[in-house]
């Protein structure tokens, strides 16, 4: 089992960057698939990026590729989600999920439902 706790929401302006934090505390963070969903108001929580276990296979939704980059640090037990060229369509609840899948790369994991455990969000709000 694993608990998660998001950081470094907050508010900035369009265009500029902004890096999440997603701790985890439990025992072999590196055995699991990290990913990074988000939900706007009034709006269905969306996939937004997803990592594997060693960090070797990663995979973004069209809205941000290019623009956020999923990375991890296995020692730290830490995933991130660096967001550059922000855009006001990017403010959202920003979540981490994780789901155990040791030595897998792919598929990817695009659902909600292909995860068993949620972090409490972070807002991110991007001003225009």
């Known amino acids: 089992q694993v608990q998660l706790v998001e950081s470094g929401g907050g508010l900035v302006q369009a265009g500029g960057s902004l890096r999440l934090s997603c701790a985890a505390s439990?025992?072999?963070?590196?055995?699991?698939?990290m990913g990074w969903f988000r939900q706007a108001p009034g709006k269905e929580r969306e996939f937004v990026a997803f990592?594997?276990?060693?960090?070797?296979?990663?995979f973004y939704a069209d809205s941000v590729q290019g623009r956020f980059t999923i990375s991890r640090d296995n020692a730290k037990s830490t995933v991130y989600l660096q967001m550059n060229s922000r855009k006001p369509e990017d403010t959202a609840v920003y979540y981490c999920?994780?789901?155990?899948?040791?030595?897998?790369?792919?598929?990817?994991?695009?659902?909600?439902?292909?995860?068993?455990?949620w972090g409490q969000g972070t807002q991110v709000t991007v001003s225009s």
């Open positions: 999920a994780a789901d155990w899948r040791p030595f897998q790369t792919a598929p990817p994991l695009l659902n909600e439902d292909d995860y068993d455990y």
């Open positions: 990592i594997s276990w060693g960090g070797g296979g990663t």
């Open positions: 439990g025992r072999s963070f590196s055995n699991y698939a």
